[in-house]
């Protein structure tokens, strides 16, 4: 049994029976008894259940707490704690998967305790969970997690009185034989460890990216974790699809938390993830078609730094002779910490290893090898993943359109293991010669020479163009319009013959922008940096009142995507400003076939911080019922009018192909100074006719494609039928409207220009 604890503790065992956050039933439950009132509940929680880190109520988990809070509840300071909870600085923060207060409507930022406490007293199984978004798509209410968590807590009671009345025998953890699997499922083991946080993310952004077709199974290996933890676990797979947890009755190693997953998976397929990795929307699929190939018998996605630079596009092992100590085994990293465009240097070259924190492999030859390997410690998914190769007599290959974030725990740990000079006599005896590589010795490609150490440019290779994308290397920042459009702009000068790649932040000032000709710094949200030894180009596309004339002087090149702005700050600042509008991307925003126009008004945007964006709220003012895909409308328009929080560039272009009409608007200072938004290229490159507020030279670059209004009866006009016959042009001129941008205002046309811009300087350079 857990330890008691000794002491007075009357005061703190009142304040929690008289508060809603204690749930008897819930912590009854927890310690697999029954207690003859509340108060005898309460005082026999401060006497054991805090220190063993319960906390009495399924919605709050103690693993959620800051450390100091944690602290003080298990030495039983719980009046405290509840204090702190029901406080300005508890209500800030996320309190379990299934609650966040901070989205509890009607809590007050100064007081919250009143709205907090009438929440926990008056729940019943309709209300709804603030903070919870089940992976199913299903109700987030207090009636679907009751009894789940009711259970668990039961299960977890018996076996912590099992365990401690009579103890719990191990029970074997590996896969050593082949048996049925269904066909072209995929089993995801994740290791599930202290960090529930997270291991919890992993899980999530495991399901939510594999997309809906996905035939995906969760296996949750979680091995001597505390209850706390369990709990936490528990909370955040319900309404998790197809997902369960194998729960080990002590601590195991990797392999042997790994084995046991193996053991349970049904898939064809096993994904081993690590706890901490995030994987990136679309992640499965280019992993299937990999392992697809001829040959292939394993496969890793494109494992990706803190940075959004590169930690892991395939491990080589390095030649014997060339490491410090030829007894041990070393692995190189090509291209660790370069931009991730640079992956595609590495087109059919096969890694010697696989990552441990993520890789794919069939399930039976996981089985033919007899399964990992305990005493490989910490080499076992290296020697598994060499098992399987040479008796598959297969190869290894790299998925770059697959992408894992590395979270800032598995960041640590990888650093922590690469300083590491932990060796394994067992793997040494293994491949006493070293394990074989499959990799060629020299190999060369995009200007790029490298004999599986550190690349180098090779002589002649292209003019290297590194871009600073002004958006962060996180999901979120994949959604930025910046991160489209600096994409756009790397396939424009790629399909020039130019070596281009970007860098997010905070890789701005990576080392390996030493290899780059060129230095362009998109200019929006972050000044830019010049570089010593390039050609230094600034292209300011929004913000324009952030820019200073001192900033613009230490380019080479200064562009704006406002003819404007670029003429009146070339006569104030005394630097050439150079127009350089906006663009598209044909490739992705064209008509395609017969133009429908049947689907409604859209408007593609986030809600921005400072308020709801003006044009859709003029439009539901006018009348209209404008459909709306972005993040941050939950509350400011009718739920049915939100259609989605992300739309993909594809999906983006077919709702402008088929909009009846697009809405589209402008920060106050690009429209004042005529920055015209990229998303008026795109909308009009579709075909599709435009509303947008006020801007400078619209109506001249859009020939009456896109039109603007003043007042709530110009819009409701605009995008009435009369409206559309009459402000606009017919079909056939809107073809040739569509046409032109795609011919003059494309992302190749604007890369072109920037070619000859930076040739011109070079020629004048010494």
């Given at each position: 049994m857990p330890r008691r604890r000794p002491g007075n503790s009357v005061s703190s065992a009142v304040a929690l029976a008289a508060s809603p956050l204690f749930h008897q039933e819930f912590y009854e439950a927890l310690r697999d008894r029954r207690f003859p009132s509340r108060r005898a509940a309460a005082e026999d929680f401060i006497r054991v259940g805090a220190y063993s880190a319960y906390f009495p109520h399924p919605l709050v988990i103690a693993t959620y707490l800051p450390a100091r809070e944690r602290a003080a509840w298990t030495r039983g300071d719980v009046a405290a704690v509840l204090t702190y909870l029901t406080g300005s600085s508890g209500a800030a923060m996320r309190w379990s998967p299934l609650f966040d207060p901070r989205e509890l409507p009607g809590v007050l930022p100064t007081d919250p305790s009143p709205a907090i406490a009438a929440f926990f007293e008056h729940l019943s199984d309709a209300t709804a969970l603030p903070g919870w978004s089940p992976l199913d798509g299903g109700p987030a209410t207090w009636g679907r997690v009751r009894e789940p968590m009711a259970a668990f807590a039961r299960q977890l009671g018996?076996?912590?009185?099992?365990?401690?009345?009579?103890?719990?025998?191990?029970?074997?953890?590996?896969?050593?034989?082949?048996?049925?699997?269904?066909?072209?499922?995929?089993?995801?083991?994740?290791?599930?460890?202290?960090?529930?946080?997270?291991?919890?993310?992993?899980?999530h952004r495991l399901i939510r990216g594999a997309g809906q077709e996905a035939d995906l199974e969760v296996i949750v290996v979680a091995a001597g974790v505390s209850a706390s933890t369990s709990l936490a676990l528990a909370a955040g797979l319900i309404g998790a699809p197809n997902s369960r947890c194998i729960r080990p009755p002590r601590s195991v190693s990797y392999a042997l938390a790994a084995g046991a997953g193996c053991a349970a998976a049904t898939g064809q397929f096993v994904v081993l993830a690590e706890a901490g990795v995030l994987p990136r929307p679309g992640w499965l699929a280019p992993l299937l078609e990999a392992i697809a190939r001829p040959g292939i018998v394993g496969v890793q996605p494109l494992l990706l730094d803190a940075d959004g630079t590169i930690a892991d596009a395939g491990a080589a092992i390095a030649d014997p002779g060339q490491t410090q100590d030829p007894g041990q085994t070393q692995l190189t990293h090509p291209f660790a910490g370069h931009?991730?465009?640079?992956?595609?240097?590495?087109?059919?070259?096969?890694?010697?290893?696989?990552?441990?924190?993520?890789?794919?492999?069939?399930?039976?030859?996981?089985?033919?090898?007899?399964?990992?390997?305990p005493t490989m410690a910490p080499f076992e998914a290296a020697d598994l993943s060499l098992r399987v190769r040479l008796q598959s007599g297969g190869r290894f290959a790299v998925a770059p359109d697959s992408r894992v974030a590395l979270g800032s725990k598995a960041t640590r740990e990888r650093a922590e293991v690469a300083a590491s000079s932990t060796r394994c006599e067992a793997f040494e005896a293994r491949w006493p010669s070293g394990p074989p590589t499959a990799r060629p010795q020299v190999r060369r490609h995009g200007g790029f020479v490298w004999d599986g150490r550190a690349p180098v440019r090779a002589a002649g290779a292209p003019r290297r163009w590194g871009i600073a994308n002004p958006a962060t290397a996180t999901e979120k920042g994949d959604q930025w319009g910046d991160t489209a459009f600096v994409s756009a702009l790397v396939n424009g000068l790629r399909a020039l013959g130019q070596d281009a790649v970007s860098y997010r932040r905070p890789a701005h000032g990576a080392a390996v922008r030493a290899m780059d000709d060129v230095s362009l710094t998109i200019r929006g949200m972050c000044p830019g940096t010049p570089r010593e030894d390039t050609v230094n180009v600034l292209w300011v596309i929004s913000r324009p009142d952030e820019v200073t004339a001192e900033e613009m002087r230490r380019f080479d090149l200064v562009y704006a995507a406002s003819s404007r702005w670029a003429e009146a700050m070339t006569e104030r600042a005394g630097v050439t400003v150079r127009p350089l509008l906006q663009a598209t991307d044909p490739a992705l925003f064209a008509p395609r076939g017969t133009r429908e126009g049947g689907g409604g008004i859209v408007f593609v945007g986030q809600a921005r911080a400072d308020g709801p964006r003006r044009i859709v709220m003029d439009a539901l003012e006018a009348g209209l019922e404008p459909q709306v895909w972005g993040p941050g409308w939950a509350g400011l328009i009718p739920d049915w009018l939100r259609r989605g929080d992300h739309a993909p560039s594809n999906q983006v272009a077919a709702l402008y192909r088929g909009a009846t009409v697009v809405l589209a608007d402008h920060w106050a200072d690009m429209a004042r100074e005529g920055f015209i938004a990229n998303r008026l290229f795109d909308a009009v490159a579709c075909g599709a006719r435009v509303v947008s507020d006020p801007i400078a030279g619209i109506d001249e670059l859009f020939k009456g494609a896109v039109r603007t209004y003043s007042t709530l009866e110009d819009l409701a006009w605009l995008a009435s039928p009369s409206g559309l016959l009459e402000a606009f042009p017919d079909d056939d001129a809107m073809a040739g409207i569509a046409a032109e941008v795609a011919?003059?205002?494309?992302?190749?046309?604007?890369?072109?220009?920037?070619?000859?811009?930076?040739?011109?300087?070079?020629?004048?350079?010494?």
């Open positions: 018996r076996e912590r009185r099992a365990a401690a009345d009579d103890g719990v025998p191990a029970e074997p953890l590996t896969l050593t034989e082949a048996r049925p699997t269904v066909e072209g499922r995929v089993t995801a083991i994740v290791q599930f460890g202290r960090a529930a946080k997270a291991g919890l993310a992993t899980i931009p991730v465009e640079d992956a595609t240097h590495l087109a059919g070259v096969p890694p010697d290893i696989l990552p441990r924190e993520f890789m794919l492999l069939r399930t039976q030859d996981v089985a033919a090898v007899g399964g990992f390997d011919a003059n205002h494309s992302f190749e046309a604007r890369a072109r220009q920037l070619i000859r811009d930076v040739e011109a300087v070079e020629r004048h350079r010494p």
